[in-house]
Structures are given as structure tokens and as C-alpha cells.
T-cell receptor, first 114, second 112 residues
Framework: AQTVTQSQPEMSVQEAETVTLSCTYD???????LFWYKQPPSRQMILVIR??????QNATENRFSVNFQKAAKSFSLKISDSQLGDAAMYFC???????????FGEGTQLTVNP | DADVTQTPRNRITKTGKRIMLECSQT?????MYWYRQDPGLGLRLIYY???????NKGEISDGYSVSRQAQAKFSLSLESAIPNQTALYFC???????????FGPGTRLTVL
């Protein structure tokens, strides 16, 4: 069974600085999808970024980028120029290409200090 | 307008009561899901449906049932609510090609 691990329950960053959130996963599949979701205090689950495992290039969405290391089964999220609105719980998630469900990590609570 | 809506947004009920949470989507996706979120445990899958005639159990389906009334509607029922079903419930949709899921705003359920 696939598992997703986020080893940092809490992280903090100064406004305008850069922070990296870690995620590792375990799978026997060769092709799959990885995601980062953001959950602000409003509770809404918001997709931040998506990576397809067969693509070597790391995904980027504005200030958000990932470092995808397939051999190491690592998928970290880098937030550049952090803003107060980035404060949220961040979840890493995995989905196999033949699978039906997302497997989530436990989440990392990010605090942005002014 | 929101693509995935959930009603109610908040609900307080008593032990033993039957309760239904509803989900509607305008994204045109075939696949719909119900998740439960508890503090420190991330999201866990309760049930999922690939089309109106296809319903599947997730990892924590005991105590829950679902109904897929139409492509756009997927309801979750608690036949006899118990306090440990107090949680945040999310509906989500997806299509196979994209891989990701779109979530509704969540329903906070409290069972006293």
C-alpha cells in the first residue's frame, strides 16, 4: 500500500523568505501523480501544484515549485517570497495512475511571520 | 459559482440520529469521493463512485452509506450517528485524465 509521510508537523518562515516543506512516499508503481494541497483556516482544500511522475521536469506555479526526486521518493514544496496568505496547513498527496483515491500525508502547519 | 458544493456547511446532531450530507458538482466529472478529516490524521477516504452505478468502499466505510443520485450528486449518510464521527467531511470530484481532485468547502459535523 502507498504511504505518504510529512515529517514536519509545523514550520515557520519570515515574510518574503523562502521555505521548503518535505514529503516522502512509498510506492511500487512506476507511474503516478503527486500533489500539494493547501488548507487555510477557511478549511477549503486548494490544489497548489501537481507533478506527473513520468515527467522529469519539476513543476512550478508562480512562487511555488517542487523538487521531485523519483529515485529517493521525495517530493518537497518550495515557497518563495512567502506571503501572509500562505499561512495554512499543507498536505502532500499521492495517486497512482490506476488508482482511485488520493493518499494524504498528515500535513505541515505553516506559519508566516510578519 | 462554486464547482463543488456541500450542504450543510455545519451540523450539530445527537447520538443515534440519522443524518445526510449532500454534495453537488458542476464540473461534469464522473468520479466523486467522500473523505473525512480528523486532526493529525489527514484525509481518509470513506466511499467513492466512478459513475451512477458504481459505488466502492474506501478505507473507513463502517458506519456510513452513500447514494449517487445522478452524475452530479453524491450523498453521504450516517444511519445512527456516534460521537467519534465528529469530524470535517469533504466531497471531491475528479476526471481520470487529470489525476487530481477538486474539493468542496467541507461540512463540519458534531455528534453530541
Amino acid at each position: 500500500a502507498q504511504t505518504v509521510t510529512q515529517s514536519q508537523p509545523e514550520m515557520s518562515v519570515q515574510e518574503a523568505e523562502t521555505v521548503t516543506l518535505s514529503c516522502t512516499y512509498d510506492t511500487s508503481e512506476s507511474d503516478y501523480y503527486l500533489f500539494w494541497y493547501k488548507q487555510p483556516p477557511s478549511r477549503q482544500m486548494i490544489l497548489v501544484i501537481r507533478q506527473e511522475a513520468y515527467k522529469q521536469q519539476n513543476a512550478t506555479e508562480n512562487r511555488f515549485s517542487v523538487n521531485f526526486q523519483k529515485a529517493a521518493k521525495s517530493f518537497s514544496l518550495k515557497i518563495s517570497d512567502s506571503q501572509l496568505g500562505d499561512a495554512a496547513m499543507y498536505f502532500c498527496a499521492y495517486r497512482g495512475t490506476s488508482g482511485s483515491r488520493l493518499t494524504f500525508g498528515e500535513g505541515t502547519q505553516l506559519t508566516v511571520n510578519p | 459559482d462554486a464547482d463543488v458544493t456541500q450542504t450543510p456547511r455545519n451540523r450539530i446532531t445527537k447520538t443515534g440520529k440519522r443524518i445526510m450530507l449532500e454534495c453537488s458538482q458542476t464540473k461534469g466529472h464522473d468520479r466523486m469521493y467522500w473523505y473525512r478529516q480528523d486532526p493529525g490524521l489527514g484525509l481518509r477516504l470513506i466511499y467513492y463512485s466512478f459513475d451512477v452505478k458504481d459505488i466502492n468502499k474506501g478505507e473507513i466505510s463502517d458506519g456510513y452509506s452513500v447514494s449517487r443520485q445522478a452524475q452530479a450528486k453524491f450523498s453521504l449518510s450516517l444511519e445512527s450517528a456516534i460521537p467519534n464521527q465528529t469530524a470535517l467531511y469533504f466531497c471531491a470530484t475528479s476526471d481520470l485524465s487529470w489525476g487530481g481532485q477538486f474539493f468542496g468547502p467541507g461540512t463540519r459535523l458534531t455528534v453530541l
